[in-house]
């Protein structure tokens, strides 16, 4: 592997950011500053910091930051949760990216594990 671009988990979350900023376009304008800010901030982050960390080039610097990420995630799952519960897009919708997140979850524990098994 030669660069964060080559993990699957962090073109899957890519993949994922850019599905979340098509969900949230058609969220009402009076959520602009509030839930749409809040959803594509948790998105964004969690590509962005497996990216940091991988440049950090130190192992324990990269499990903090892929931590964040997983973090991260657990915020866009309850802001999508919310999103669901108020009825600010289709349900299928909605349920269709809840499934990315769910496996890029599981991905970023797998890494966080594989990291830390290492010596």
């Known amino acids: ?9 962090w073109q ?12 949230t376009e058609g969220f009402p304008k009076s959520e602009l500053f509030g839930l749409t800010s809040q959803i594509r901030r948790s998105a964004v982050s969690i590509p962005a910091n497996l990216a940091e960390g991988y440049a ?9 930051f892929v931590r964040v990420a997983y973090g ?3 915020e866009l799952e309850t802001h999508l949760i919310i999103s ?3 009825k600010l897009a289709d349900s299928s919708q909605i349920q269709e990216i809840q499934d ?20």
Do not use: F, W
Request: proline share 2%; aromatic share 6%; net charge positive.
């Open 1 to 9: 592997m030669q660069t964060y671009k080559d993990l699957t988990v």
């Open 12 to 23: 899957k979350s890519i993949a994922l950011v850019t599905q979340i900023y098509l969900l």
């Open 56 to 64: 950090r080039k130190h192992r324990k610097e990269y499990v903090q």
């Open 72 to 74: 991260s995630g657990a």
């Open 84 to 86: 669901k519960n108020l």
């Open 100 to 119: 990315m997140l769910d496996e890029v979850m599981r991905m970023l524990n797998k890494l966080i594990s594989s990291l830390v098994a290492k010596p």
